[in-house]
């Protein structure tokens, strides 16, 4: 498969090196989200973290840091101006043009279906393209983005979800044929999933603003995902090399356009969007933890993507030219461990991680859950790469693979638990999978290098580099 792309490789590279003339060093940099309760975060626990909005700023933060986005979602506005609550008589509306932003996120229109609005549903496209031009014309030119309106479950405010998608959606699609802005799909990706919406089925949960907000930036970044495919945090030769390397193919991780999604194929549009991030920093906005360990001395080891940093325990040493991705931090089998603070309950939803080790022996464990499960382990009878972390109780067993990792070469272990699977990959391949539709509730801090009691035999005895946590089910690329 790979072969047959060779004698095109030339003319690809011609193709990056062409798209990089062209890429835009200018960037936009401050995000109004003009919308109803939807953008407010109504309903949720912490709005203030886990609105859509900050949810997007994480996202786009990750890509760059100087990134900006501000929440100008009022409850229960609509857009239509002889409407209960006109979005433009809000002095959130105000604000957001003083803002001056370079992009503009509009969320309206579900309100705009109560009977008692929806009466003056002649007046919705120009009043919706009135918002528009408010925006547009703005010093700052914004991009503008419509969202559709998500699926609504129920109605318990009056909302319409009739109204809404055979009459509201239809007017909304007009809107890229009469201005320039472009629409944002969030009925597609969300009309099966009850679960994105607090009882109300009207409101995002947290998850439900976080999908949401991984679309809007996708947009906003024109990639679906990170382009820095090897973990390194720089888009470089590498990255390329694989894309190249995979030309055609499906590989999912490598599949960054068109966004928000992809299209199932790694072609010119993924080269392209790839291009528009050469040579740039990027951190993977899934990245929930990432130990390094390129340190020299002390006992932190510094958590480089989130703020779990861990603490070294007993004597482990720091090799600092003995790693596998830079230095490495090397434990003795008997007391040595890192522990950290609470990152991860494996009950939550999907995640990953992912370590690389060398040496190590049958029942030991590189990385493990105080109080609760051993993630990632060497197999007692054998040294097989297994995964405890399993639903609970009397029915939970452990993941067993056939693949010895303890056999003191440098090999990248893996378990991912993509919500319906267990999934363990040794060296990037997968190597063991099974059903596994929950995993137990656990909110215990880690513990890299020793077992989830400190029980004797469970210490490592070898090295640990670079040990990575995914609030997602992660595929890692095949080469
Ligand atoms: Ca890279
Ligand atoms: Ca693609
Ligand atoms: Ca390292």
């Not at 407010?40 to 859509?52: H, I, M």
């Not at 945090?233 to 490598?254: A, F, M, Q, R, T």
């Not at 920093?281 to 940093?309: C, F, H, N, Q, Y």
């Amino acid at each position: 498969m790979k072969a047959t792309h060779h004698w095109n490789r030339g003319v690809l590279i011609l193709m990056a090196i062409a798209a990089l003339a062209v890429a835009s060093s200018a960037e936009a940099k401050r995000v109004a989200c003009v919308g109803a309760s939807n953008t407010y975060g109504y309903g949720l626990a912490d709005r203030e973290t886990e609105c859509y909005p900050a949810q997007l700023a994480e996202v786009l933060q990750a890509f760059d840091p100087t990134w900006e986005v501000c929440n100008f979602g009022v409850n229960g506005t609509c857009v239509l101006q002889k409407g209960s609550l006109p979005y433009v008589r809000q002095a959130a509306f105000s604000q957001a043009q003083a803002y001056n932003p370079d992009v503009v996120v509009i969320q309206l229109g579900g309100n705009d279906s109560v009977p008692a609005n929806w009466v003056y549903r002649n007046d919705f496209l120009a009043d919706f393209l009135v918002l528009i031009d408010s925006f547009a014309q703005l010093p700052s030119r914004p991009r503008i983005y419509i969202c559709s309106s998500p699926p609504f479950y129920s109605n318990p405010y009056g909302i319409d979800s009739n109204v809404v998608q055979g009459q509201i959606g239809p007017l909304m699609a007009q809107l890229p044929t009469y201005r320039d802005v472009q629409m944002i799909d969030l009925y597609t990706p969300m009309m099966a999933s009850r679960d994105l919406f607090q009882s109300d089925g009207v409101h995002f949960t947290v998850a439900g603003a976080r999908l949401v907000a991984e679309i809007v930036a996708a947009m906003i970044l024109g990639v679906a995902g990170t382009p820095d495919f090897t973990g390194n945090e720089k888009v470089d030769i590498e990255d390329l090399v694989l894309l190249i390397e995979h030309w055609g193919e499906e590989e999912p991780s490598l599949d960054i356009a068109p966004p928000p999604f992809g299209d199932g194929v790694v072609d010119a549009n993924d080269l392209e969007a790839f291009m528009e991030y050469w040579g740039r920093e990027v951190k993977d906005p899934v990245l929930a933890a990432r130990w390094k360990l390129d340190e020299v001395d002390g006992l932190i080891a510094a958590d480089s993507a989130g703020t779990s940093d861990g603490v070294l325990v007993g004597d482990p040493i720091w090799q600092p030219t003995g790693g596998r991705v830079g230095g490495a931090l090397q434990l003795d089998g008997v007391d040595d461990c890192i522990t950290t603070e609470f990152v991860r309950d494996p009950s939550e939803g999907p995640f990953s991680v992912f370590a690389w080790v060398k040496g190590g022996a049958p029942r030991q464990v590189i990385l493990s859950q105080a109080g609760g499960a051993n993630w990632l382990a060497a197999d007692a009878a054998d040294g097989f790469l297994t995964t405890e972390t399993s639903g609970g109780g009397r029915t939970g067993k452990p993941l067993k693979s056939g693949d010895m990792v303890t056999d003191n070469t440098w090999h990248r272990v893996g378990f991912v638990w993509d919500g319906s699977n267990r999934i363990l990959y040794v060296d990037d391949v997968e190597v063991a999978r099974d059903a596994q539709s929950s995993l137990a509730v656990s909110r215990g801090g880690l513990y890299i290098g020793t077992g989830s009691t400190l029980a004797p035999g469970t210490f490592w005895s070898g090295l640990i580099d670079d040990v990575r946590i995914y609030r997602r089910a992660v595929q890692p690329i095949s080469r």
